[in-house]
Nanobody
Framework: QVQLIESGGGLVQAGNSLRLSCAAS????????MGWFRQAPGKPREFVGA????????YYANSVKGRFTISRDNAKNTAYLQMNNLKPEDTAVYYC????????????????????WGQGTQVTVSA
């Protein structure tokens, strides 16, 4: 199996930055997309962004465009979520996910496209 270990969450004041990491390990696998999702209390899971593992192209939710950046380190099998200018509404548990099964039309935008998930890391932004 593939294991995803997340790190980097914490408590910060609005306007500050955090970088989340998601390291993948386990058996030999092929990653097609690595995605980031978040879930705030009482709200459904929300797409944050994703990266195509092969070419590095990225997609972002409108709510985080211009503030969040996804990157990857292929050698370390690690994805990153750089979060700048954090706002209180960004407060949530953040999950990374790996898409390791090739599917027609998959772009990494939906949770249903992912088959492995990290344990989640809490991000709390105070006003």
């Amino acid at each position: 199996q593939v294991q995803l270990i997340e790190s980097g969450g914490g408590l910060v004041q609005a306007g500050n930055s955090l970088r989340l990491s998601c390291a993948a390990s386990g058996r030999t696998f092929t990653v097609y997309h690595m995605g980031w999702f978040r879930q705030a209390p009482g709200k459904p899971r929300e797409f944050v962004g994703a990266i195509n593992w092969s070419d590095g192209s990225t997609y972002y939710a409108n709510s985080v465009k211009g503030r969040f950046t996804i990157s990857r380190d292929n050698a370390k099998n690690t994805a990153y979520l750089q979060m700048n200018n954090l706002k209180p509404e960004d407060t949530a548990v953040y999950y990374c996910a790996a898409d390791t099964v090739k599917g027609l039309g998959y772009k990494g935008l939906r949770g249903e496209e992912y088959d492995y998930w990290g344990q989640g890391t809490q991000v709390t932004v105070s006003a």
